[in-house]
């Protein structure tokens, strides 16, 4: 069954550093997602990409996040000068046409010194 | 802030059936209601959706009440291995942006 994987599995990052993190979608879905998960929280959403372009994106995703489909199969989300609060399990979904439900990734642990 | 509303946690005995129920009094036509689950902290797992007729799969079955506003995630035999977080879920299904809002969820434990 296709998955969503995503890469490294845990990043460890001083504060004030960029990363990025990637995810390759299932190769025929359209319609991508980042969530994270800060620990003991609930799992909140990101922002939502389509068309090559950002369709919705929450509170959380400030001028700090950027996200990019570089190619025909990864999307990367990048974040900028980051910060010990950014520490969190980040989730890749991806989902196809129609009414399709999403998919998660096993998620890239980001640990902020 | 999430449309539903879980119990915090509940118990099931190995072999039995799971009954999860789910309110979502506000729910609008084009919503529907998806179930996933989380494993200690492993992504969410998709596990079952639907808009308004009851719904099974290999997994689990979605029982929805002739309303909408409310609806019980059935897993038949659960198994240790389902122990887990589950969430329902009210998102559009044709939306383009279509972002998921997990609430707090249903923490289950199967126990021997």
């Known amino acids: 069954e296709p998955e969503v994987t995503q890469t490294p599995s845990h990043q460890v990052t001083q504060m004030g550093q960029e990363v990025i993190l990637r995810c390759v979608p299932i190769?025929?879905?359209?319609?991508f997602y980042w969530y994270r998960q800060i620990l003991g929280q609930k799992v909140e959403f990101l922002v939502s990409?389509?068309?090559?372009?950002?369709?919705?994106k929450s509170e959380i995703f400030d001028d700090q996040f950027s996200v990019e489909r570089p190619d025909g199969s990864n999307f990367t989300l990048k974040i900028r000068s980051t910060k010990l609060e950014d520490s969190a399990m980040y989730f890749c979904?991806?989902?196809?046409?129609?009414?399709?439900?999403?998919?998660f990734g096993d998620g890239t642990r980001l640990s902020i010194l | 802030d999430a449309k539903t509303t879980q119990p915090p946690s509940m118990d099931c005995a190995e072999g039995r059936a799971a009954n999860l129920p789910c309110n979502h009094s506000?729910?609008?036509?084009?919503?529907?209601v998806y179930w996933y689950r989380q494993i200690h902290s492993q992504g969410p797992q998709y596990i079952i959706h639907g808009l308004k007729n009851n719904e099974t799969n290999e997994m689990a079955s979605l029982i929805i009440t002739e309303d909408r506003k409310s609806s019980t995630l059935i897993l038949p035999h659960a198994t240790l291995r389902d122990t887990a977080v589950y969430y329902c879920?009210?998102?559009?299904?044709?939306?383009?942006?279509?972002?998921?809002?997990f609430g707090q969820g249903t923490e289950l434990s199967v126990k021997p």
């Open positions: 879920i009210v998102s559009p299904g044709y939306n383009q942006g279509g972002k998921l809002i």
């Open positions: 506000t729910i609008s036509g084009n919503e529907y």
């Open positions: 190769s025929n879905h359209l319609y």
């Open positions: 990409f389509y068309n090559n372009e950002i369709s919705e």
């Open positions: 979904a991806s989902r196809g046409q129609g009414v399709q439900p999403q998919h």
